[in-house]
Antibody
Framework: QVHLQESGPGLVRPSQTLSLTCTVSGGSISSASYYWAWIRQPAGKGLEWIGRIFTGGSTTYNPSLRSRVTISGDTSKSQFSLNLTSVTAADTAVYYC????????????WGQGILVTVSS | DIQMTQSPSSLSASVGDRVTITCRASQTVRKFLNWYLQKPGKAPSLLIYAVSSLQTGVPSRFSGSGSGTDFTLTISSLQPEDFATYFCQQTSSVPDTFGQGTKLDFK
């Protein structure tokens, strides 16, 4: 059974960098059949796709966040990470990591989510 | 970005009812349309992928259909555990985008 777990600070100051890590167990992040994504959800609102990383390290980002986002992976630790720079209160959300299938792009496994609040 | 519009935004129903939720895309998404269920405080859970394929472990009362820009999720006979919020997602074009959600609650 694949399990994903987000970790990182729950509070980030405005203008600072939000950094989160997703640790994957029960499956390899090197599998060519999948890619790994970050998705966020402000309280009471809908889901926003942030970006993804493929096996081999190539990335794709949401154009609305591209200038501030970096997703990276560490296969030796079975982890992938999200960095979001210059955060504001609008970046306050529950952040999810997820595994997506190459076939359909659907996310079949999700982490439980981590609430990140941007506040001074 | 491809805009995904779900209707209705909320829906009241009873156990045993047949329920249909629709999702319309602002342009064609081919077969790249997925459905998720989300319960309060939990991560979304995949129900249907590629328009009509049932995710492993999902009960057969859930089904999906549609093509191009118009899609539906049908629950044939509502069960108590089905009361939740449902989202559609297109993965045809970057960025992936989601519908705004349909909240299904008890009548």
């Amino acid at each position: 059974q694949v399990h994903l777990q987000e970790s990182g600070p729950g509070l980030v100051r405005p203008s600072q960098t939000l950094s989160l890590t997703c640790t994957v167990s029960g499956g390899s992040i090197s599998s060519a059949s999948y890619y790994w994504a970050w998705i966020r959800q402000p309280a009471g609102k809908g889901l926003e796709w942030i970006g993804r990383i493929f096996t081999g390290g190539s990335t794709t980002y949401n154009p609305s966040l591209r200038s501030r986002v970096t997703i990276s992976g560490d296969t030796s630790k079975s982890q992938f990470s999200l960095n979001l720079t210059s955060v504001t209160a609008a970046d306050t959300a529950v952040y999810y990591c997820a595994r997506a299938t190459l076939y359909s792009g659907s996310s079949d496994y999700w982490g439980q989510g981590i609430l990140v609040t941007v506040s001074s | 970005d491809i805009q995904m519009t779900q209707s209705p935004s909320s829906l009241s129903a009873s156990v045993g009812d047949r329920v249909t939720i629709t999702c319309r895309a602002s342009q064609t998404v081919r077969k790249f349309l997925n459905w998720y269920l989300q319960k309060p405080g939990k991560a979304p859970s995949l129900l249907i992928y590629a328009v009509s394929s049932l995710q492993t472990g999902v009960p057969s009362r859930f089904s999906g259909s549609g093509s191009g820009t118009d899609f539906t999720l049908t629950i044939s006979s509502l069960q108590p555990e089905d009361f939740a919020t449902y989202f559609c997602q297109q993965t045809s074009s970057v960025p992936d985008t989601f519908g705004q959600g349909t909240k299904l609650d008890f009548k």
